[in-house]
């Protein structure tokens, strides 16, 4: 199985600041037919998960412009430009490339 | 719009089995497969399996394979997950998801969630 690896786990933001989350892949995610099948996905308290970032950097509608998705291969990151209170919750990546789909550990961001 | 929706609740005893159901609605139910996905209590997310709506075709979590079926009935939009034998560590939120590999729509769409419960 294709284990992800989040990094921190934890991460307390001034709000208006930046924040970054880093996942790691145990191989590489890049799909027999070209595409990078990982996704982002935030997790508020008590809701169900909501897609921000499919396809590594795809911002899915409605999704504020401060979200953005980089990476390739096995190493990507999502970025939240300035953090605002809303954004509190758990963010979770995951693989859509090889079965079984994986999920990271999650990361909390909280505000300081 | 485009939603999923969950069953309610369920309370079980070790050794018994739960059926949840996904109703979806919205779109072309046909079109898409369903992922279902669970979370245990302060828990992270693991994928349990997917089903296509399509033609039923099915890939399951090797740790849950011979105790989790997946079906559809594609006459009313209702994805289902028939989780048998079950344990406490089965307590969990379980999650159905709109999903199909290849498509920008894949977990765009989730359900409410499902609590099920084991104790004795």
């Known amino acids: 199985d294709v284990v992800m690896t989040q990094s921190p786990l934890s991460l307390p933001v001034t709000l208006g600041q930046p924040a970054s989350i880093s996942c790691r892949s145990s191989?590489?995610?890049?799909?027999?037919?070209?595409?990078?099948?990982l996704n982002w996905f935030q997790q508020r308290p008590g809701q169900s998960p909501r897609r921000l970032i499919y396809?590594?950097?795809n911002r899915d509608s409605g999704v504020p412009d401060r979200f953005s998705g980089s990476g390739s291969g096995t190493d990507f990151t999502l970025k939240i430009s300035r953090v605002e209170a809303e954004d509190v919750g758990v963010y979770y990546c995951?693989?859509?490339?090889?079965?079984?789909?994986?999920f990271g550990g999650g990361t909390k961001v909280e505000i300081k | 719009q485009v939603q999923l929706v969950q069953s309610g609740a369920e309370v079980k005893k070790p050794g018994a089995s739960v059926k949840v159901s996904c109703k979806a609605s919205?779109?072309?139910?046909?079109?898409?497969?369903i992922s279902w996905v669970r979370q245990a209590p302060g828990q992270g997310l693991e994928w349990m399996g997917w089903?296509?709506?399509?033609?039923?075709?099915?890939n399951y979590a090797q740790k849950l394979q011979g105790r989790v079926t997946m079906t559809t009935d594609t006459s009313t939009s209702t994805a289902y997950m028939e989780l048998r034998s079950l344990r406490s560590d089965d307590t969990a939120v379980y999650y159905c998801?709109?999903?199909?590999?290849?498509?920008?729509?894949?977990?765009?769409?989730w359900g409410q969630g499902t609590m099920v419960t084991v104790s004795s």
């Open positions: 396809k590594v950097s």
């Open positions: 191989q590489s995610l890049v799909h027999s037919d070209g595409n990078t099948y």
């Open positions: 089903i296509s709506a399509y033609n039923g075709n099915t």
């Open positions: 998801a709109r999903d199909w590999l290849g498509s920008d729509d894949a977990f765009d769409i």
């Open positions: 919205g779109y072309t139910f046909t079109s898409y497969g």
């Open positions: 995951m693989q859509g490339t090889h079965w079984p789909l994986t």
